[in-house]
């Protein structure tokens, strides 16, 4: 099934979630200038430098990623005792969501990648590195910080660049420790040895990693099916997401497979956008998000990362209108997620509107229905209409329901001068809405009493009216479905 509305409501619930971000941790540099002659000295083109940008890179700016989400991260990696880690504590010190426990090693640089770039083109980069495996007692420190942090995290991502952090023994230790508490491990892998990411749920190797990791050819559908369930079966991992350039990406499972296209970019600068896939992947996946849609939203941030230049982050808004503009293209101008219907709320009530609430499943809309709406919208300024998802009519009507899906049903909805705002529910009843929306009045048809009303308690306890308004008779959508089936 495709995205929908609810998945991004889903998406918005990220400030409530905790990510354990484990990884390589980089500062960024970039210097832009421009080359205007070549050298008088040797055949090499002179660098004239205009500015110089630092930023998170490596893991760090994964965990930037997740934390301009919303997110919140406890982010453990190694630092070196110079300039560079002092750059990179600063950097993440203004990431009020993020949560660091970095150990400083006094031998080992912090790991820096300098860029030259010249009219969007990088001529070199120059990176200063220790690619050794941590002092014993820093790995020691690390699964001590590990095991404290672990228990109140929702996802594990254990961001591997190949520069040391990850030893055989200190990544299979934490797996197996966020294993022990259930809790889903995510992987970016670098390097051949997959056998110390044993017990992963989910790896996401490019497709030269894949190749490098299984020694087989990736460059067909089938081909990486069959490479990635090669890694499934030697290793032990539930799930690898291939990304594959220009192609999208690849889920697959042991029984399963999934191809998601990718979506036409711009391309102005690669650097970070696998950070921010993995970022998104598992905020996604911590928001409860079924595992093809969250690979979906990691695709289109990962579009949207590299029309960008530089390390940079995504934020949720752009993303959403991403997702939006791919896949509700003809998505009602009514139709909204459940936290932006909450901002708008705030600002109307704030410009002294009256909120009118009224809910349903409108498969078929009928003159009961319009009667309803008109009625309704007489009570209030604005008028929010909590439309039933496809699964809570199927919950409601039965199997045979509805008889047009939810976008349909909110077009509708939408074409109604009455309407105001629609917010799908997954729920059987609209208390969280209304909970969330705090209407003024509620409305509801005559066929119902105030006491059988969901949420009229919760609005009435707030100052707020409930309303019960007559309704055309011998209308209903039950009526006309036995009517057409008669």
Request: aromatic share 6%.
């Amino acid at each position: 099934m495709p995205l929908s509305f609810l998945d991004f409501d889903h998406l918005e619930q990220a400030s409530k979630k905790r990510i354990l971000c484990v990884g390589d941790c980089m500062l960024d540099k970039f210097v832009y200038g421009h080359v205007g002659r070549i050298s008088p000295e040797a055949p090499i083109p002179v660098f004239q430098e205009s500015r110089e940008t630092k930023m998170l890179g490596g893991a760090a700016n994964v965990a930037a990623n997740i934390s301009a989400y919303g997110g919140n991260v406890d982010f453990i990696s190694i630092i070196g005792d110079d300039e560079e880690g002092e750059i990179i504590l600063k950097l993440l010190g203004y990431q009020s969501s993020i949560t660091s426990h970095l150990i400083r090693e006094q031998l080992r640089p912090t790991t820096t990648k300098t860029r030259y770039v010249s009219h969007s083109q990088h001529l070199l980069r120059v990176d200063k590195e220790t690619c050794v495996e941590p002092l014993r007692e820093t790995q020691s420190a690390l699964q001590l910080a590990f095991n404290e942090l672990i228990k109140q995290s929702d996802i594990v991502l254990l961001s591997d660049y190949k520069k040391g952090l990850f030893s055989a023994s200190l990544t299979q230790q934490l797996i197996q420790t966020a294993r022990s508490y259930n809790k889903t491990v995510i992987i970016d892998p670098k390097g051949t040895d997959y056998q110390k990411y044993v017990g992963a749920s989910i790896l996401t190797p490019n497709r030269s990693e894949l190749k490098a990791a299984t020694g087989l050819p990736v460059t067909t559908d089938a081909e990486v099916e069959a490479a990635a369930r090669h890694l499934i079966q030697a290793y032990g991992i539930e799930t690898i997401l291939v990304t594959r350039s220009e192609e999208g990406m690849s889920l697959i499972t042991a029984t399963q497979v999934c191809h998601i296209e990718t979506q036409a970019q711009e391309v102005y600068d690669v650097s970070g956008a696998g950070d921010t896939a993995i970022a998104t992947l598992a905020l996604a996946l911590a928001c409860g998000i079924e595992t093809s849609h969250a690979c979906e939203i990691a695709n289109a941030a990962a579009g949207i990362a590299v029309s960008k230049s530089g390390t940079v982050v995504v934020y949720l808004d752009e993303l959403k209108r991403v997702l939006l503009r791919k896949y509700c293209s003809h998505y009602p101008e009514k139709l909204t997620t459940l936290m932006s219907a909450q901002k708008l709320v705030l600002s109307w009530k704030a410009a002294g509107k009256k909120i009118g609430f009224t809910n349903g499943c409108f498969d078929l809309l009928h003159p009961g229905h319009v009667t309803l709406l008109k009625k309704a919208k007489q009570l209030c300024d604005i008028l929010i209409v909590g439309l039933n998802s496809d699964n809570s009519v199927k919950q409601l009507k039965g199997e045979q329901r509805p008889l047009q899906q939810e976008e349909a049903r909110a077009a509708v909805l939408s074409a109604i001068g009455d309407t105001d705002l629609i917010v799908i529910f997954d729920e059987l009843t609209p208390l969280n809405l209304i909970q969330t929306l705090q209407p003024d009045v509620l409305i509801k048809g005559s066929d119902y009493t105030i006491d059988q009303v969901v949420g009229a308690d919760m609005v009435q306890a707030k100052g707020g009216r409930v309303v019960l308004v007559d309704l055309v008779p011998n209308f209903s959508t039950t009526r006309i479905v036995k009517k057409l089936s008669a």
